[in-house]
């Protein structure tokens, strides 16, 4: 699987009603998963166990009846993606799914879409027994009520991009927050209860379903400013923050929970929060990167706006090299240069490192001109050139920038790939290189903060030891916008007052292995997995992964795109900020209505969340 490959186009340029509901029975046959899962599922027996279709405590259908009734009919059964295949191949429904299947809006668009189709031996994308289509926090809130109510095991969704499968459950209610997704642009934004000891700044507000897309059409392409938030278009707004959070300019820019002012989120108890740094102050730094779907469900957030620098750009190209001792020179000069050049404000995304002795550029670029690029990469650019024998160029190498506020511009943008479907937004697309991922079926993926003392001094060389032993298991790819150190210090500071591990501030880089296959959803016509080669491949990941723990033992692990098998979860999500987590989610979710995999307090439950363990 290729993760982003970034923009080296637009830096080149001259770059329901609910139907009849099913019986209970039924609709625990249709939500029963697919596929093999980790191990049967505990029926619920002891106390603050949930209840699954065709248990005693499962509502009535006169029970859904009011539910749907008090979310204005918004409450519809689920169906799995392919659902229509298996029952009648040749459904128009059917064709649907398979045309639109490698179409991240498309799958966003669907109550049981994920955007990743499972991970190998952790979980199988499972629809819910019904969902709630919420349009208000008063609906989400019912929906909130109507599930502690009746012990149900309830999830939320946004986006759909959760790596982990923590925005699907079997035998659930989801709130899905999808039509929830209005924006509104503020000129000066003061957090409600501040207005003594907090100055107004420039913000925008967001419905908990806007995605990306949404924000940056809004404030970037339209009002010609700047609002921090991911890479891929299409990933939610509320999932992302309540990740932490990192787009191709973080390392200007800081986490996207670091210009969170602001949240609307209705708690277990039902309750409909507003919270800031003035109100609830508590949650409000939970929800900074403290983890999505622990917390309750986020309806509205508003983040801080930045001045839009004049031009965003890029460099690329893959090299090459023709032995293990010029890979390891290619190496090091490449961090020297780095170190020297790139290690700052202006620098993110990334650099891949090959098993094949590449090296992979698709770097990113804000604030820096197309000539001063251009200059600053050609030493390297010529160095590489001077040894043929050495390093074979394979892509083009190349560095530009372009005016920023075209950046997220679907039209005439040769990088984008519009939603071309009737009805859809004219101005939603996605990144080619975010393609790749659409559906992806995982094998495994890790990730680690490498700490930027890695590149002082004769340590830069056992980082190279390193990724050279690392990339022969498997490639590795460098995130450096998404290791905050270099980053200008408001943007340090800021992201210290958020959840997310601190060592994210002392990281130059995110190093990501992660490996799977094609879109594999339950249903869905395919060749059989060679389940063999998946586990090989899963077991190389963990090998290369090993490699990179030799020189940064204590990193930490980015909470959002890591290992569903981490066992030290709580250490690398969150260091030293778990305790104070656990002690917020006791004052606001005692019963952990808000429960999702290696999520705050899930330790407290079996894996499928249905039953306490303590
Ligand atoms: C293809 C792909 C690209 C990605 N790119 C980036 C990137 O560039 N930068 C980055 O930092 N991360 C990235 N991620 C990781 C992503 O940020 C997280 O998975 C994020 O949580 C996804 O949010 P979502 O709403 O799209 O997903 P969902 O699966 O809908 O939600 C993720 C989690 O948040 C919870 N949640 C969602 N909405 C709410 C809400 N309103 N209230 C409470 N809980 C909620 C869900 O219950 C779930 O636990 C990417 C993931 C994928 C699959």
New binding site residues.
Partial sequence: MH??ELLRGAAALPLLALPALPSPEAAAQEAAPKAPRTGPAPRPRAHLARVRPGDPGWPSEAGWQKLKDAVGGNLIAVHSLFAACEKEPGAAACREATENIHN?FYV?DQPAG???SGWLDAWTPAPSVYAVKATSSAEVAAAVNFAREHRLRL??????????????APDSLL?W?RA?NQVRLHEAFVPQGCSGNSQAVPAVSAG??A?WIDLYNAVTTRAGRYVQ????T???????V???????F?KGFG??ASGLLEAE?VTADGRVRTVNACSDPDLFWAIKGG?????????RLTLRTHELPALFGAAWGKIRAQSDEAFRRLLTRFFDFYAASLFNPHWGEQVKIGSDHTLELSMVSQGVDREHSRQLWQPFFDWIRASPGDFKVIDELGAGAKGSRDWWQIEGNHSMIPDKRAGAAPDHGWWEG?QG??G?FLHGYDSLWLPATLLRGEERQRLVTALLAGSRHKQIELHFN?GLAGAPPAAIAAALDTATNPHVTEAFALAIIADGEGAAYPGMARPAMDLEAAHRDARAIERATAELRKVAPDAGS?V??SNFFNKRWQQDYWGEHYPRLRSVKKKYDPESL?F?HH?VGSEDWSADGFTRLA
């Fill in positions: 993760r982003r991240p966003g994920t955007q990743v999830v939320v969704k946004g986006g759909g991009h959760s790596y982990q499968g923590t925005s699907n709130i927050t929830m908990a379903g995605m938030g991911g890479g891929c299409s990933v939610g707004v509320a999932g992302l309540q990740s932490g959070g990192f787009g191709s973080s986490s996207a989120i983890g999505g779907g622990s917390w309750g469900v986020v309806t975010d991922q659409v992806a998404k980015y959002s795109e808000f999702v999520g």
